[in-house]
Nanobody
Framework: QVQLVESGGGLVQPGGSLSLSCVAS????????MGWYRQAPGKEREFVAR???????TYTESVRGRFTISRDHALNTVNLRMDSLKPEDTAVYYC?????????WGQGTQVTVSA
């Protein structure tokens, strides 16, 4: 059974940067198209970014040009570099397969963008 663990979140000022990481146990992430999702307080979980097994990336419009998804097959991780963060990026961030989610959701990592 694959378990996903997200890390790297924190409190950052508007305009700042964070790097998130998703590591999997019990499975090999390079076999799957992987994505990052987020859920803001009071809102539905939404798609943020996706990277195919070959590394082709797609992004939701609101983060395009600011976020970068990447994969490290050797470490079995999927990463999300977030630059020029805005208060509206505040959410709990999760990773999972994409576009269809296959694995159980992890605990996520909290990202708070505030002055």
């Amino acid at each position: 059974q694959v378990q996903l663990v997200e890390s790297g979140g924190g409190l950052v000022q508007p305009g700042g940067s964070l790097s998130l990481s998703c590591v999997a146990s019990g499975g090999i992430l390079r076999e799957y198209n992987m994505g990052w999702y987020r859920q803001a307080p009071g809102k539905e979980r939404e798609f943020v970014a996706r990277a195919t097994t070959s590394g082709i990336a797609t992004y939701t419009e609101s983060v395009r040009g600011r976020f970068t998804i990447s994969r490290d097959h050797a470490l079995n991780t999927v990463n999300l570099r977030m630059d020029s963060l805005k208060p509206e990026d505040t959410a709990v961030y999760y990773c999972n397969t994409a576009p269809a989610t296959i694995f159980s959701w992890g605990q996520g990592t909290q990202v708070t963008v505030s002055a």
